[in-house]
């Protein structure tokens, strides 16, 4: 088990699916939604949650800045 | 453990800037520039220069920045953000004085302004989006657009009979004895994102000193431009862009010693 945990928090609305978050991620935790928002873009979240760890990879590279990164160690 | 007890405000580690305004930018999906943006709000807002920063935004994509960075700005003609900046710096000595360019702006029509603005030294920070391309009006080749590279004005590739060659500006710009930093950086993975962000912290502060020009160049993508996936757009630009604009620094005049300054 991991012993530190992260979470991800993508504003919906914010994203535009450039899909630049997911290649960023080094764990394959995002993924883009088959849903859209209401501007139809198939924004990210996370497909794998359990293994993020918080290492904000995705956060530096995302155009729009709609990622929040939380990170706890356990 | 579960999400919710992962999200919560003594766990946070990355957010947005308190300076970038709450505005959904205008720029295409995967676009350098709200990067770029992103970078200079939160450097900005960690040296806590945000009432000193005066911003100038040029004619191109990035014409709107005022919109989305919560400091002054001055929107100045197309290709003259260096000379308007320079009346704002020399007027206001104790303000920060930055210009944020494109390709088509600072290296075609505004290449006279930009080589004396960096000539004369002007106590300023000089930020370079190259994306090889005039993004904002469709895609027509620029100056800095590559040899074969396809836009809408160079259906068959750029040749180099007749459209010459690509104008590396800032390695001219690096030969000008007024300037003193210049820098080659790109914003498409999370270490080059750092590095970048390291370098245009150093080119404030050198602001800050009054060192100088500083010139930042950061090679960009315009998937839309391109007619790419962002993530195809940013393979190709590390493919066919870094070998003719190699990332790194040009020049530190604080690394010199001190005889061989200009």
């Known amino acids: ?74 | 453990m579960d999400i919710k007890d992962i999200i919560k405000p003594e766990n946070l580690v990355y957010d947005k800037s308190k300076l970038q305004i709450d505005t959904i930018m205008h720029y295409c999906p995967g676009c350098t520039h709200g990067v770029v943006h992103k970078i200079l709000a939160e450097v900005i807002d960690e040296m806590g220069i945000q009432e000193r920063t005066i911003g100038v935004s040029p004619v191109g994509c990035a014409v709107f920045a005022y919109n989305y960075i919560d400091i002054d700005w001055q929107q100045a003609a197309h290709g003259r953000a260096p000379a308007v900046a320079t009346g704002i710096a020399r007027t206001n000595p104790d303000k920060i004085v930055f210009t944020y360019q494109g390709d088509g702006d600072l290296a075609s029509i505004g290449a006279a302004e930009i080589l004396h603005a960096c000539n004369r030294g002007e106590n300023m920070v000089v930020i370079f989006i190259n994306n090889a391309i005039y993004g904002m009006t469709g895609g027509q080749m620029a100056p800095t657009t590559l040899l074969g590279q396809r836009t809408s004005t160079s259906p068959g590739g750029r040749n180099v009979e007749l459209n010459g060659h690509p104008l590396k500006i800032t390695e001219m710009i690096a030969m000008l004895p007024g300037v003193h930093y210049v820098t080659r950086q790109s914003a498409h993975t999370a270490s080059t994102v750092r590095k970048c962000k390291k370098a245009i912290r150093k080119a404030f502060e050198n602001v800050m000193a009054k060192k100088g020009t500083s010139f930042i160049e950061v090679v960009s993508t315009c998937n839309s431009g391109w007619k790419m996936t962002p993530v195809g757009a940013n393979t190709w630009m590390e493919e066919n862009m870094f070998p003719v604009y190699v990332p790194g620094e040009l020049k530190d005049n604080d690394k010199q010693v001190p005889s061989e300054k200009n």
Do not use: F
């Open chain 1, 1 to 74: 088990m991991a012993k530190v945990r992260g979470a991800v928090v993508v504003e919906k609305e914010g994203c535009k699916g450039c899909s630049l978050c997911v290649e960023a991620c080094p764990q394959g935790v995002l993924a883009l939604n088959k849903e859209v928002n209401s501007r139809g873009y198939h924004y990210s979240y996370m497909k794998n949650p359990d293994d993020c760890i918080g290492c904000s990879n995705c956060g530096m590279v995302c155009p729009d800045t709609c990622i929040t990164i939380y990170r706890v160690k356990i």
